[in-house]
């Protein structure tokens, strides 16, 4: 695989889409940011995020540990023939970085990258929610992207810099090798019933605290319905 690269940065800002009095579903009014437009020159990263950049859920997108989304631009191929869709491209996804060389088989946990004068680090795999499914119209959309892998993941912010496009991104340390984000979506989604692998991953410092607390819930034997995320209003 070839050096990760940041090939397009991408902020959005919340945005009305619909109509509150539509009859189907899908036609209803919802809010997003995720209509993400790329930006050239220099811009601030900081520790919640890229300059101008927008969040409409508060409560499940953002903050600190869910900074900036990355997403590689292969994965747009895929979904191109998967879902026989011409219209899908780069900044489908949401995402703030468009990157090539780096997919959830190559990124760890706690991977720490220098981007330009910044400084990176991952801290969790993406749980696709029901806003993609909206934009596209495809009802299970969020489900497909969870059950092929092809997540992204987010990184958290540990050196706050003025950054751009078309920049190499430079690992500077790997502490958890063996926490691919592939691993993470697979215990998170795939292997439910192998506790083990779920408290070994919870214990992994770098990882995010919200995965954490669904992983300590599941340990404890709470069951949790993943259709309000995945299905939301589309149902």
């Known amino acids: 695989m070839t050096k990760p690269y940041i090939e397009k940065l991408l902020v959005g800002k919340v945005k009305k889409i619909g109509q509150p009095d539509a009859e ?15 930006v050239e020159g220099k811009i601030w990263l ?10 409409a859920d508060t409560k499940n997108h953002g903050g600190i540990e869910k900074a900036i989304f990355a997403y590689p631009i292969t994965h747009y191929d895929f ?18 970085l468009a990157v090539n060389g780096m997919n959830e ?9 220098q981007f330009g004068e910044g400084i990176i680090q991952v801290s969790q795999p993406r749980q696709p929610c ?6 596209f119209r495809i009802v299970d ?3 497909k992207i969870q059950q092929s892998g092809r997540t992204g ?19 500077l340390e790997r502490p958890c ?11 998170m989604h795939v292997k439910k019933d192998d506790l083990q692998l779920a408290k070994e991953l919870a214990s992994c410092e770098f990882l995010a605290d919200s995965w954490k607390e669904t992983l300590s819930k599941r340990l404890a034997g709470e069951s949790s319905s993943i259709d309000k995320r995945v299905f939301g209003p589309n149902k």
């Open 130 to 135: 029901w806003k993609p499914a909206r934009r």
């Open 46 to 55: 900081g520790v919640t995020g890229l300059a101008g950049d927008e969040v």
């Open 79 to 96: 979904w191109e023939k998967e879902l026989h869709l011409d219209t899908i491209e780069i900044g489908a996804m949401g995402e703030n």
């Open 153 to 171: 993941w987010y990184f958290r912010i540990l050196k706050e810099a003025y950054v751009h496009d078309k920049l190499e991104l430079n690992l």
């Open 105 to 113: 088989q190559s990124v760890c946990l706690g991977d720490t990258y």
């Open 24 to 38: 189907p579903l899908m036609d209803k009014q919802w809010e997003s940011a995720m209509f993400k437009k790329s």
């Open 177 to 187: 090798p063996e926490w691919t984000i592939a691993k993470c979506n697979e215990v």
């Open 141 to 143: 959309f969020a489900l």
